[in-house]
């Protein structure tokens, strides 16, 4: 296969690291452009790609750039990993909200967390889609950014770009479920559908059987991931990915972070310690590319992470072979209850014009119910990063259900626009309101 792809935030090393060992193991006639706006961060991602290029003796070729308007041209697959503000900003969104008592594992969905970050994404996301639109129309165009839902529905919103998220989460939870179903994951059927991070198992079948009356009982003498695994009794579905992310769906359960004897985001799931192993890895990365010593044999083994399937993807549908996949992409009807322009995460089939919608059974009123909200607050966050508007993404807040008060949610958000004003321009141009 030729193809010409171009990966936007290349600066986040692990992703460009798995993305490059598993484009080498299929040996495509590639060019492969590195965009990112941190010249340092870029410098290290093109190094380590040449080095593992040129340890493998691949006819895949490299350039590099921090416009990627330079390299957009006649791309045939765009792959974007923007993480604006890096892991600072990301901490900033977790770590300000605790002043008021609202703790998140993670802060890159939803919450206040997620709130923010959204606000910093969309402009830069919408951005990249016009660009796209404008320079290789034709590319296949994935997403990988959190907040996934906000970032996808803003790009087709805004610019009507044929964007698809994804995320490896519900792949992984496949695999965890099939594991404590003690059976092999070839012989795990599902169905899972929903909102990105809030994606419910609404279907798990070995060999045929319906799995939930076992899954049922497996979940009465769970320690571990316990919310998850309660939400299976009560809603008959297993939601992914994991209480790291389905906590923060639910934080009406979780005031002051409390989780069973632990506080979220501090002693249990601590974002401070996923930004030390994300700074780690990148120093790691970083002296492998610059280090003369050759790489370990194990460096270009398949591994696991938010890459693992885009490729796969491409190449399914480049032979347009039918296979299933797990993507986001708009409702358009699927789920009735739900707005159709809502972007849901769910089976997807791969053909040669892209990923298509498949049909899912229909959700009980209980677990739409959980979604819908959710959705309404997507669609009034997009607003807010759109129109620059203080006050919409003070409803957002108040939506999201985080905050105690309407006064927190007021002096939250202006603590939130303060620290991140360098990359909210939408906010302080006279039109916020």
Same mark, same amino acid.
């Given at each position: 296969?030729? !193809? ?11 992703? $460009? ?13 590639? !060019?492969?452009?590195?965009? *990112? ?28 750039? $921090? ?56 402009? @830069?996301?919408?951005? /990249? ?14 997403? +990988? ?24 989460? %519900? ?8 594991? !404590? ?8 059927? #599902? ?12 279907? /798990? ?31 008959? @579905? ?6 790291? =992310? ?12 409390? #989780? ?8 249990? +799931? ?36 938010? =890459? ?61 119910? $959980? ?7 997507? !669609?009034?966050? /997009? ?10 993404? %003070? ?13 927190? @949610? =007021?002096?939250?958000? *202006? ?7 360098? #990359?909210?321009?939408?906010?302080? =141009?006279?039109?916020?309101?």
């Amino acid at each position: 296969m030729r !193809e010409k792809i171009v990966l936007i935030g290349a600066g986040s090393a692990m992703f $460009t690291r798995g993305l490059v060992a598993d484009l080498l193991g299929r040996g495509w006639d590639t !060019e492969l452009a590195l965009v *990112d706006t941190d010249p340092r961060a870029l410098a290290v991602a093109a190094g380590l790609t040449r080095k593992m290029i040129a340890v493998k003796g691949a006819r895949a070729r490299v350039t590099a750039s $921090t416009n990627r308007r330079t390299v957009l041209r006649d791309a045939t697959a765009v792959i974007c990993t923007v993480g604006v503000g890096g892991r600072k900003a990301w901490l900033k969104d977790v770590t300000i909200p605790r002043k008021y008592g609202i703790y998140q594992p993670v802060g890159d969905s939803v919450m206040p967390g997620g709130t923010s970050r959204a606000l910093r994404m969309i402009p @830069a996301m919408v951005g /990249v889609a016009r660009d796209v639109l404008a320079l290789c129309p034709k590319a296949l165009f994935f997403n +990988y950014g959190n907040p996934m839902a906000p970032v996808c529905r803003a790009i087709r919103k805004a610019t009507g770009a044929p964007v698809t998220g994804l995320c490896h989460g %519900v792949n992984d939870v496949a695999h965890t479920l099939a594991f !404590e179903l003690g059976v092999d994951f070839q012989d795990l059927r #599902y169905t899972a559908i929903g909102m990105n991070h809030c994606t419910w198992f609404v279907d /798990v079948r070995v060999k045929g059987h319906d799995a939930m009356p076992r899954m049922r009982r497996i979940a009465a003498h769970k320690r571990y991931d316990w919310f998850s695994w309660q939400c299976v009794t009560l809603f008959g @579905a297993f939601p992914a990915c994991m209480d790291r =992310h389905v906590t923060e769906f639910f934080p009406q359960f979780f005031r002051e972070g409390t #989780y069973k004897k632990h506080r979220l985001g501090v002693t249990e +799931y601590s974002l401070e310690r996923t930004i030390g192993w994300g700074d780690k890895i990148f120093a790691d990365m970083k002296r492998d590319a610059a280090g003369n010593k050759p790489l370990p044999a194990d460096y270009f083994d398949r591994i696991g992470g938010e =890459h693992e399937q885009v490729l796969d993807i491409v190449e399914s549908i480049r032979r347009g072979d039918g296979k299933t996949y797990s993507a986001n992409l708009p409702n358009n009807g699927r789920v009735p209850a739900l707005p159709r322009d809502a972007i849901l995460e769910g089976p997807c089939v791969a053909t040669r014009s892209g990923l298509r919608a498949a049909s899912v059974p229909p959700l009980s009123s209980g677990l739409a119910g $959980t979604l819908a909200t959710r959705l309404q607050w997507v !669609e009034t966050v /997009v607003e807010a990063a759109l129109e620059g508007s203080r006050t919409k993404f %003070v409803q957002a807040l108040v939506l999201d259900g985080a905050c105690p008060s309407l006064a927190v @949610a =007021h002096r939250l958000a *202006d603590d939130l626009l303060r620290a991140q004003r360098a #990359y909210l321009p939408q906010f302080h =141009h006279g039109r916020s309101s």
